[in-house]
């Protein structure tokens, strides 16, 4: 299957700091998503990417898919304290079967 | 308008016994998944229901089961419980596959195996 490998597992940042989590994969992907997870709560999807070197921006999310459609990145400029949970990217296989990547925990220091 | 609804919120069973959590989907979504999360891990896909019939299933052991009703709402059923099915369990709702592609998760279910 289309596995998602993450990095980093964790960072910690200070409030103001940018934040950069990374995504790959072995393989082609067809499209990815992003969802995030606060502490305590449920994903919450953010976006979907779909075609080649496509980019999205959400204020101050950046959400990026590779020429190659193998990787992923998300970058959060000028981090709050509310941007503080895991943030995992998500192929998709078959008919809208999830399979998530590992995660990056963010922590963010006031 | 609700969005995914599941119950209980949290239960707490004993190896080897059966239990059933259920999901009631976001309004106007007639397809559901469930997840499992283990402490620290991302959510594994367990199967997806749409049409009442299991449409996808991920690699998870028969004691694993599902049923999907005619409002569209789910359950889960997991029989012989083991202490390795502790976890947060999570169902998903969307619309089926052309008509919208975000899923909306529910808020879980916390099961704990004693």
């Known amino acids: 299957g289309q596995q998602v490998m993450q990095i980093p597992q964790y960072q910690h940042v200070q409030e103001g700091e940018d934040f950069t989590t990374y995504c790959n994969s072995s393989t082609t992907l067809s499209n990815i998503q992003w969802y995030k997870q606060r502490p305590g709560g449920h994903p919450v999807f953010l976006i979907q990417l779909v075609k080649s070197g496509e980019v999205k921006k959400q204020k101050r999310l950046t959400f990026q898919f590779g020429e190659a459609k193998k990787n992923s990145s998300l970058h959060i400029t000028a981090t709050q304290t509310t941007d503080v949970g895991t943030y995992f990217c998500v192929s998709i296989q078959g008919a809208q079967k999830l399979v998530f990547g590992q995660g990056t925990r963010l922590t963010i220091n006031p | 308008d609700a969005g995914v609804t599941q119950s209980p919120t949290h239960l707490i069973k004993t190896r080897g016994q059966q239990v059933t959590l259920r999901c009631s989907p976001k309004?106007?979504?007639?397809?559901v998944s469930w997840y499992q999360q283990a402490l620290g891990q991302g959510p594994q896909f367990i199967f997806q229901y749409y049409e009442e019939e299991e449409r996808q299933r991920g690699n998870f052991p028969d004691r694993f089961s599902g049923h999907q009703f005619p409002n569209y709402s789910s359950e889960l059923n997991v029989n012989a419980l083991l202490l390795g099915d502790s976890a947060l369990y999570l169902c998903?709702?969307?619309?089926?596959?052309?008509?919208?592609?975000?899923?909306?998760f529910g808020p879980g279910t916390r099961l704990t195996v004693t």
């Open positions: 309004s106007g979504h007639d397809t």
């Open positions: 998903a709702s969307s619309y089926a596959p052309g008509r919208g592609y975000e899923q909306y």
